[in-house]
C-alpha cells in the first residue's frame, strides 16, 4: 500500500521560514507536458532535488514534502507521471491512479525526469549546481534507476525502492548496481511484503561490490510507507530517516 490521499508528511514545519512556492507545468523532449510543484528557500540555494511521488502522482503529501525541504534550504521539484494520459489538472480525490500508471513507460517517465533536472539547472528553475533524486514506491525505483541515467546526479534516495529485477525480466537497481554512478541511500521497511529482506540484502552486497557509495538502512517492524505522520508508532523511524536524508543532501550537494 502507498500513502493515502490525506496522508501527510512526519516533518514539522520550520515557523517563520520564507520560502516561495507554486505550480509549474514543464514539457519534455517528446513534446509531453507535465504538472509540476516546486518550492525554494526565498534566499535561494543551489542545491536541488527532484521528489518523484508514489502510484498517485502530483498530490498533497508531495507539496507539502517539498516545503519542508525547502524550509531545510534545498529547492525541491515534484513531477507528476500522468500527463501524458491524464492531462495537468489538479485531480479529484478518486481519480483512477491504477489505470494510468498501467500506461506508463520507463522511456515516458525518463524523459519527463530530464525535463525536471534541466528545468532545476536552468535560470529559471535557481541554477542548481548540485541535483539530486528522492523517490517513494515505483518512484524510490525511479530515483535509484536514475543514477545509472545520463542526469549526472550528486545523489539518489529511495524510500522502500524495489530492488529485483521487474516480472518482465527488466533490470532492477541490484542488477544496474554497477552502472549507478552516485551515491546512493536507500530507506526501507523491515515488513514490506513486496521488498523481502532476501533482496534488501542482495542490493547492499551488489552496491558494495560495485564500489558505490551507498547506506541501505531497514527499519525494523515498519511496514511500506511508514514515512507518514498518521502513522505515529513509527515516528522515530520516520524521524531517522528524514535526519539521514537532510545529512546526505548536505553532504552529496557540498562536493
Not at 514534502?65 to 507521471?81: C, P, Q, S, T
Request: net charge negative.
Amino acid at each position: 500500500m502507498c500513502f493515502d490521499e490525506d496522508a501527510i508528511p512526519p516533518v514539522p514545519p520550520i515557523p517563520d521560514s520564507a520560502i516561495d512556492s507554486r505550480y509549474l507545468e514543464l514539457t519534455a523532449n517528446d513534446g509531453n507536458t507535465f504538472a509540476a510543484f516546486t518550492a525554494a528557500p526565498a534566499g535561494g540555494t543551489r542545491t536541488a532535488i527532484v521528489i518523484l511521488p508514489d502510484v498517485r502522482g502530483l498530490y498533497g503529501f508531495y507539496t507539502e514534502l517539498a516545503k519542508r525541504f525547502a524550509e531545510n534550504g534545498v529547492r525541491a521539484l515534484v513531477v507528476d507521471y500522468y500527463g501524458r494520459t491524464a492531462g495537468v489538472g489538479k485531480r479529484e480525490k478518486d481519480f483512477p491512479y491504477a489505470e494510468h500508471m498501467a500506461k506508463l513507460s520507463p522511456r515516458e517517465l525518463y524523459a519527463d525526469l530530464s525535463a525536471a533536472v534541466a528545468h532545476l539547472r536552468s535560470e529559471e528553475g535557481g541554477a542548481a549546481s548540485a541535483v539530486l533524486t528522492v523517490g517513494f514506491c515505483i518512484g524510490g525505483r525511479l530515483a535509484v534507476m536514475a543514477a545509472a541515467g545520463r542526469f549526472d546526479l550528486a545523489g539518489v534516495i529511495g524510500f522502500y525502492c524495489w530492488p529485483a529485477d521487474g516480472p518482465d525480466g527488466s533490470a532492477g537497481p541490484t542488477s544496474r548496481a554497477a552502472d549507478l554512478a552516485a551515491p546512493v541511500l536507500a530507506l526501507m521497511a523491515g515488513e514490506d511484503p513486496g521488498i523481502p529482506p532476501a533482496h534488501v540484502t542482495a542490493f547492499d552486497e551488489a552496491l558494495t561490490e560495485a564500489g558505490v557509495d551507498h547506506e541501505v538502512v531497514t527499519y525494523p517492524g515498519t511496514p511500506h510507507s511508514f514515512f507518514d505522520a498518521k502513522r505515529d508508532a513509527y515516528a522515530d523511524a520516520s524521524a531517522d530517516a528524514w535526519n539521514r536524508v537532510l545529512r546526505f543532501v548536505e553532504r552529496v550537494g557540498a562536493n
